[in-house]
T-cell receptor, first 112, second 117 residues
Framework: QKEVEQDPGPLSVPEGAIVSLNCTYSNSAFQYFMWYRQYSRKGPELLMYTYSSGNKEDGRFTAQVDKSSKYISLFIRDSQPSDSATYLCAMSGRTGGFKTIFGAGTRLFVKA | NAGVTQTPKFRVLKTGQSMTLLCAQD?????MYWYRQDPGMGLRLIHY???????AKGEVPDGYNVSRLKKQNFLLGLESAAPSQTSVYFCASSYPPLPGGPEETQYFGPGTRLLVL
């Protein structure tokens, strides 16, 4: 079993839709949860970062962490064609040395 | 400020050939990383470095070697390329974590696409 599971999609939605992207994980030591966005033929870039459980909002993006269920989500409101990209979840914990584990990424297409 | 740059952008190798991928960063980051990205597998850490002159193995180090002779450069070498090493390779860099704090944000380069025939 992979430490981080993420549905690769693709996920196709119309412009303006609410998008929900999710990851599950198995390692309870993870404390820091991140979402990276990767445009085609580019490197990933950090989009959102949360610590422990709870929600964090940044503009149209909301990151949600439920440590009891080992489940994290990224919500995109009023999705735009420019949001079309691959979204990778990532997580890490202070377990005697750093170790960031990335999900496989979900490809998102927002149709105009 | 170029951030993280990688050369070459694309390369085709024959099985058994060798090559070196170069990563350079101008953000004065202590930590540097090499990842490979394959469909359905996500980013997997090959090797990393926490400072000039130091390197360590990641999740998938076999078949690769690295060197960090200068703080701003991190080289990834393939001594004898195999078709299984066909992938997109990403370099990243970051500051070290503050004591007791989380890992710092990693900044990625644009990637090198490698095809081994």
């Amino acid at each position: 079993q992979k430490e981080v599971e993420q549905d690769p999609g693709p996920l196709s939605v119309p412009e303006g839709a609410i998008v929900s992207l999710n990851c599950t994980y198995s390692n309870s030591a993870f404390q820091y949860f991140m979402w990276y966005r990767q445009y085609s033929r580019k490197g990933p870039e950090l989009l959102m970062y949360t610590y422990s459980s709870g929600n964090k909002e940044d503009g149209r993006f909301t990151a949600q962490v439920d440590k009891s269920s080992k489940y994290i989500s990224l919500f995109i409101r009023d999705s735009q064609p420019s949001d079309s990209a691959t979204y990778l979840c990532a997580m890490s914990g202070r377990t005697g040395g750093f170790k960031t584990i990335f999900g496989a990424g979900t490809r998102l297409f927002v149709k105009a | 400020n170029a951030g993280v740059t990688q050369t070459p952008k694309f390369r085709v190798l024959k099985t058994g050939q060798s090559m070196t991928l170069l990563c350079a960063q101008d953000m004065n980051h202590e930590y540097m990383y090499w990842y490979r990205q394959d469909p359905g597998m996500g980013l997997r850490l090959i090797h990393y470095s926490v400072g000039e002159g130091t390197t360590a193995k990641g999740e998938v180090p076999d078949g690769y070697n690295v060197s960090r002779l200068k703080k701003q450069n991190f080289l990834l070498g393939l001594e004898s390329a195999a078709p299984s090493q066909t992938s997109v390779y990403f370099c990243a860099s970051s500051y070290p974590p503050l004591p007791g704090g989380p890992e710092e944000t990693q900044y990625f380069g644009p990637g090198t696409r490698l095809l081994v025939l």
